[in-house]
């Protein structure tokens, strides 16, 4: 079983600035991606950063020049930092990771956190 935990989020007052941390745990033997999407209300579930193993980064257009996703692969952490914030980054922030449980990691299946709610206004 694998689980993923999300911290930080809350209220955030526009202009200001998010951290959001989550950690994967459980028998992993591999994590590929590593990442961050959102869920406005009435939307459909939108990506907003992904990193792979290697360090490698994407960024949804929209994040891309106030956003920095970094990971820690020992600790089997995925951070996102976002500035600037705005009233339309209000939205459920759901952690991803593209994980294998098994001895030759060809398992490999995305899960996801329970999201956390991030609130942006003045």
């Known amino acids: 079983q694998v689980q993923l935990e999300e911290s930080g989020g809350g209220l955030v007052q526009i202009g200001g600035s998010l ?16 990442g961050w999407y959102r869920q406005a ?3 459909e579930r939108e990506l907003v950063a992904t990193i ?3 360090g490698k980064t994407k960024y949804a257009a929209s994040v891309k020049d106030r956003s920095t996703i970094s990971r820690n692969n020992a600790r089997k952490v995925v951070d996102l930092q976002m500035n600037t914030m705005a009233p339309e980054d209000t939205a459920l922030y759901y952690c991803y990771a593209d994980v294998a449980t098994n001895a030759w990691a060809s398992n490999r299946r995305a899960y996801w956190g329970r999201g956390t709610q991030v609130t942006v206004s003045s």
Do not use: E, F, H
């Open 52 to 54: 792979t193993a290697g």
């Open 41 to 43: 209300p009435g939307k």
């Open 19 to 34: 951290s959001l941390s989550c950690v994967a745990s459980g028998s992993i033997s591999y994590i590929a991606d590593m």
